[in-house]
């Protein structure tokens, strides 16, 4: 079992910067990959960044050039650094964790951009 811990979200305005971070613990051996996905009200969860073991990265479209995903030196821990945000950049950012054939999700920290 896999235990994700996310931390680091709240309100900004827009252009501003958050710092998210996310955690795992317990079976952490052999995971693959690490990143965030968000979720708006009304709309389907998307993937915002990834990062795999080997350190390839994966963004979307609509963050390439503002966010960047980064880990620590234990590939325990990933971050998610975002710039110039937008309003439409709000919503639940949730930790996904692939172990094996299983994801482990955190419980999401909510970001949101407004003046």
């Known amino acids: 079992q896999v235990r994700v811990v996310e931390s680091g979200g709240g309100l900004v305005q827009p252009g501003g910067s958050l710092r998210l971070s996310c955690s795992a613990s317990g079976s952490i051996f052999s995971i693959y990959a690490m990143g965030w996905h968000r979720q708006t009200p009304g709309k389907q969860r998307e993937l915002v960044a990834t990062?795999?073991?080997?350190?390839?990265?994966n963004y979307a479209d609509s963050v390439k050039g503002r966010f960047t995903i980064s880990r620590d030196n234990a590939k325990t821990t990933v971050y998610l650094q975002m710039n110039s945000l937008k309003p439409e950049d709000t919503a639940v950012y949730c930790c996904?964790?692939?172990?094996?054939?299983?994801?482990?999700w955190g419980q999401g920290t909510q970001v949101t951009v407004s003046s």
């Open positions: 996904k964790v692939t172990r094996g054939s299983n994801d482990y």
């Open positions: 990062v795999t073991r080997d350190g390839s990265t």
